[in-house]
């Protein structure tokens, strides 16, 4: 993973690391930000712009990619770098959590 992406990936915002948590299996944009109301309650509900914004940077940082269309609705799946970034991000946030629980 080069320096760029891990700079401008690590720490993810909540949006993007949802976005690629739901991409370990191909999905379209409509159903990610269902996925993520679902996981989360409601709490968290991605906009329009925030979802394709993300999506098309991601592509083109190649996090993700265009599987196919269906229906009109474009298709992505995760990348291996995708999985490098989401894997790195997940510890960092295991991390947290860990140190949190033994600050109580």
């Known amino acids: 993973m080069d320096a760029h992406i891990k700079k401008v990936y690590?720490?993810?915002?909540?949006?993007g690391f949802y976005?690629?948590?739901?991409?370990?299996k191909p999905n379209h944009g409509y159903g990610?930000?269902?996925?993520v109301k679902e996981?989360?309650?409601?709490d968290i509900v991605l906009a329009p712009g925030t979802m394709y914004g993300?999506?098309?940077k991601m592509e083109k940082d190649g996090l993700i990619g265009f599987v196919r269309e269906e229906d009109k609705r474009k298709i992505y799946l995760i990348t291996g770098l995708?999985?490098?970034?989401?894997?790195?991000?997940?510890k960092r946030i295991e991390r947290l959590y860990?140190?949190?629980k033994e600050m109580r």
């Open 39 to 42: 996981m989360t309650d409601g």
């Open 98 to 100: 860990k140190n949190m």
């Open 82 to 90: 995708g999985k490098e970034v989401l894997d790195l991000e997940m």
């Open 54 to 56: 993300s999506l098309s």
């Open 32 to 35: 990610i930000v269902q996925m």
């Open 10 to 15: 690590v720490p993810m915002t909540e949006s």
């Open 19 to 24: 976005i690629l948590l739901c991409l370990r």
